[in-house]
C-alpha cells in the first residue's frame, strides 16, 4: 500500500516549481523533438531527472533528500538543498553549478553577468531549441516542504510509473516515452493508432497530482478524438468516466494507494481501459 497523500499538495506543488528548472536545462541542451518529447524528464526511484544530458551529465530532483543533484560525467556529485530557497535563487546556482560541463559552449557568459540572465539572452540563437520562459522560472517565494509527504510522492510517483511502463513495454506500434511533463507535473505517454503525431488518432494514459477541477492525485486516460456520437465505455472497478472539462478516464488515486501491489493495478488497470479506448478509435 501507499501513503494516502493527505495534506501533501503543498509539498506537490513546490516540487513542481522546482522541476521546471529541470525544463530549463532540457530545452537548453537539447533539439526540438517530435511529440515535445524534448520537454519530458525521465522517472527515477528518487524523484525526476533530465535524463543523461549530451555532455553525459544528469541533474536529479531528489524528493528524498529534497535537493538538486547534479553528477557530471567524471566528477563528484553536487548536492543543492532545495528546501527554504526560491525558484529564482536555484536556477541561478543550478546554471552555475552545471556551466562550464554542460553549457559553456553553448551560453557566453561574462563577468559580472548573473548566469540566468545569460541563459535568455543566448537562447533565442540557440537553433532548433525551444526557449525557457521567464514566467515559468521567476517564483521568489522560498519553497518549503514536509519532508515525509516529499518521500511519500517519490514512492507514489515510482510505484504508479512501474505499472504505467510495464503496460507501455507491452503495447505494439508507435509511442511516446513515459515521462513527466513539467508544465503540468503529469506523468503520461501517448500510443498512436497510426501516423506518431499528437493530432493524429491516439491514446493517452498518464498520473496527474493535481489539475483544474481536480485536486486530488489521479490517474487519467483519455482517445483522440472522440466519434461524434457515442456511449461512454465500459471501464474497471473504482473508476468513472469524465466529462466536465475534459473527457475521459478518471481512477482516484486513492484507489490506488490502498492496493495491496498498486503497480500492478495500475498495469492491469490500464490494460482494460485501454481495450475500451481503442473501440472508441475504431
Known sequence: M???LENAQPTIRNLHTAAILLKAVRVLT???????????????????ST???PTGGEVTLDFRQLALVYQPASGSTITIPIS???????????????????????????????YTEAMFKAAPS????????????????????????????ADALYSI??????????????????????????????????????????????????SAGIETPYFYAYAYPYPA???????P????????GWTGVVLPYAEIARQADPAAFVEASCAVIFRSLCALLG
Do not use: C
Open 84 to 114: 527554504g530557497q526560491t525558484q529564482v535563487d536555484l536556477l541561478e546556482t543550478l546554471l552555475q553549478t552545471i556551466y562550464s560541463a554542460e553549457l559553456a559552449t553553448i551560453i557566453p557568459h561574462g563577468a559580472g553577468e548573473s
Open 126 to 153: 540557440l537553433v532548433n531549441r525551444s526557449q525557457p520562459k521567464r514566467q515559468e522560472l521567476g517564483d521568489s517565494t522560498p519553497l518549503t516542504f514536509d519532508a515525509q509527504a516529499a518521500h511519500d510522492y
Open 237 to 244: 472497478p473504482g473508476t468513472r468516466w469524465n466529462s466536465e
Open 229 to 235: 456520437q457515442y456511449e461512454a465505455p465500459m471501464l
Open 30 to 48: 537539447l533539439d526540438r523533438q517530435p511529440n515535445f518529447t524534448h520537454l519530458g524528464l525521465k522517472t527515477v526511484s528518487t524523484g525526476v
Open 51 to 53: 535524463d543523461v544530458l
Open 2 to 4: 501507499l501513503s494516502t
Open 161 to 210: 510509473f512501474t505499472g504505467i511502463a510495464r503496460f507501455h513495454a507491452r503495447l505494439s506500434g508507435s509511442l511516446t516515452p513515459a515521462v513527466v511533463w513539467p508544465e503540468h507535473f503529469d506523468l503520461s505517454f501517448l500510443w498512436f493508432a497510426g501516423q506518431a503525431d499528437e493530432q493524429h488518432p491516439h491514446l493517452n494514459f498518464g498520473f496527474a497530482p493535481y
